[in-house]
């Protein structure tokens, strides 16, 4: 697919598709867990068939799993039934001789079943592309070092830390150009953690390194959407703008209507229901009222496409899913 000319399809379409980060939520209707879901590239890829053919929505997304790739790298991470992988613990602290630090290769563990799953996948999926989840350079090291661990490194190790996001720089853009080689359209990168930071420290530690990451992988038929769930967007703009995504991807922590003026007409901007208040514990009720709040505020902006705030959780109840993208059409049937 030529995602350069989806997008801006997108754009200049009067009535636009919701495009929510939802994945996860499969397990219900497949009757498996997390752990099975995670385990199984088989899997993986029947629930995002799953999500495409009971949902209108504008991309299929894979799956928002930001303990993957820190995984590769040693980490341990705690699995669950019904809750996404967390990563515990630290493989990289200020005496870590990181000459020393191995890279994996971009399919080791974890890694190899997601790619793989997008592999089995997009033959499934042809009326919207497909797009990789994978995590941003900042949110890996933090993961890597633990996140309180890292904000202090950034003042007392600048240069271990520069170190080290060149490390998992190299690595997210071989594991980007593998989901690229599998077929996908493109990927969501997710870069939470860069969110925190002050907009000196993003424009430093973050920016840059997701900037080489875009510059490495994104052309006309393969485009990187950004996330950033962070409360620091609007300080941190001009860093953020000039990654130079097709996409961009902002959290509810962020007014949308506050976001938009800031950004270039020709990308796209999407968000921000709450995926734990809303799509996770609201009601079918309060979901469609909060999806019509966001879309009277910010539908005027072309670039605008309405989605959750960030990873839908997988227990939402699908009836508040449906309540998302019913709510989509009634707006945009009415205007």
Not at 88 to 94: I, L, M, P
Not at 200 to 211: E, H, M, R
Not at 297 to 322: H, K, L, R, T
Request: aromatic share 8%.
């Amino acid at each position: 697919m030529n995602v350069a000319k989806w997008v801006s399809d997108t754009i200049a379409s009067p009535a636009k598709k919701g495009f929510p980060v939802l994945s996860f939520p499969a397990i219900q209707k497949m009757d498996v867990t997390v752990r099975d879901l995670i385990g199984s590239a088989d899997l993986q890829a029947e629930a995002m068939r799953l999500v495409a053919e009971s949902t209108p929505s504008a991309a299929s997304v894979s799956f928002m799993d930001l303990s993957v790739e820190a995984e590769s790298f040693g980490s341990r991470t705690v699995l669950s039934d019904d809750e996404v992988p967390t990563v515990v613990g630290s493989v990289v602290d200020e005496d870590t001789d990181m000459e020393a630090l191995a890279v994996p290769e971009a399919t080791d563990g974890r890694c190899g079943l997601y790619v793989e799953a997008i592999r089995k996948v997009v033959p499934l999926i042809e009326d919207r592309p497909v797009f990789a989840g994978m995590i941003g350079p900042f949110s890996l090291a933090g993961r890597l070092c633990d996140v309180n661990e890292i904000m202090l490194l950034c003042y007392d190790e600048p240069e271990l830390v520069e170190s080290l996001l060149e490390k998992v720089s190299a690595f997210l853009v071989e594991y980007a150009k593998a989901f690229k080689e599998a077929g996908a359209d493109g990927v969501v990168m997710a870069e939470p953690l860069a969110g925190l930071l002050s907009p000196d420290l993003a424009a430093q530690f973050s920016g840059p390194y997701v900037k080489a990451i875009v510059e490495a992988v994104q052309d006309e038929g393969f485009g990187v959407v950004y996330h950033n769930c962070g409360p620091g967007v609007i300080k941190q703009i001009d860093s953020i703008v000039s990654n130079g995504a097709m996409g961009y991807h902002f959290g509810n922590a962020i007014d949308m209507a506050d976001v938009l003026p800031l950004m270039p007409s020709d990308r796209l901007v999407m968000g921000n229901v709450d995926p734990a208040a809303e799509f996770r514990h609201g009601t079918p009720e309060s979901v469609r009222a909060k999806t019509l709040e966001v879309l009277e505020s910010c539908a005027s902006y072309p670039n605008f496409v309405p989605s959750s705030g960030c990873d839908i959780p997988p227990m939402s109840p699908w009836e508040n899913i449906d309540a998302f993208f019913d709510a989509v059409d009634e707006f945009y049937d009415k205007n």
